[in-house]
């Protein structure tokens, strides 16, 4: 499965949009690109995925480039809930998942 | 969404015992579950894979006689930790692939093992 490189931290202003951006310039056309995020000392929780159509669930959009090399996960109105380490994956629909060492997003009141 | 849950969620037990940790999904089969295992301030590292019926196949580096995975039912895999030493302690996770669909897993709350 292609490797994700994630920025290891972030701050951002509550109630503002929270964008968090993920290169996985070396993406096979079959993988997809997974968003997850893990709240301390729990699971990791699904948030969002995608192959090259930009897609909005009620949680978050993802933006995927049209060369597939980079995406980025929107929080459109963080809240303090939000802080989480928060990975992006890349694999197949059938494939495991390789946990990176993801993004810290911080949401400061 | 799907539910999958891990008991328990804190176990201490002493060094040289073994300890099981159970993964469920209410809601729904999964055919595979995986296991994971996360140390103080590191991502989440992929143990095994379990498929129900058959044998879970191991990453690299990762005992198979320490670490027992039995996935007997479609809503059920265990984890054992053998023989738990110190350096076993960890927050174990796992997560299950629902049956006919090949979109993401849903994980567990995960369990936290400390072994004295």
Request: hydrophobic share 30%; with cysteine.
């Amino acid at each position: 499965d292609a490797k994700t490189t994630q920025p290891p931290s972030m701050d951002c202003a509550e109630g503002r949009a929270a964008n968090l951006p993920c290169n996985h310039s070396t993406i096979s056309g079959n993988e997809y690109v997974y968003w997850y995020r893990q709240i301390h000392s729990q699971g990791p929780q699904y948030i969002i995925h995608g192959l090259k159509n930009n897609e909005t669930n009620e949680m978050a959009s993802l933006i995927i480039t049209e060369d597939r090399k980079s995406s980025t996960l929107i929080l459109p109105h963080a809240t303090l809930r939000d802080t989480a380490v928060y990975y992006c994956i890349v694999k197949t629909n059938a494939g495991k998942s390789t946990f990176g060492d993801g993004t810290t997003l911080t949401v400061k009141p | 969404g799907a539910v999958v849950s891990q008991h328990p969620s804190r176990v201490i037990c002493k060094s040289g015992t073994s300890v099981k940790i159970e993964c469920r999904s209410l809601d729904f089969q999964a055919t595979t579950m995986f296991w994971y295992r996360q140390f103080p301030k590191q991502s989440l590292m992929l143990m095994a894979t379990s498929n129900e019926g058959s044998k879970a196949t191991y990453e690299q580096g990762v005992e198979k006689d320490k670490f027992l995975i039995n996935h007997a039912s479609l809503t059920l895999s265990t984890l054992t930790v053998t023989s738990a030493h110190p350096e076993d302690s960890s927050f174990y996770i796992c997560s299950a692939r629902i049956a006919g669909w090949d979109t993401e897993a849903f994980f567990g709350q995960g369990t936290r093992l400390t072994v004295v």
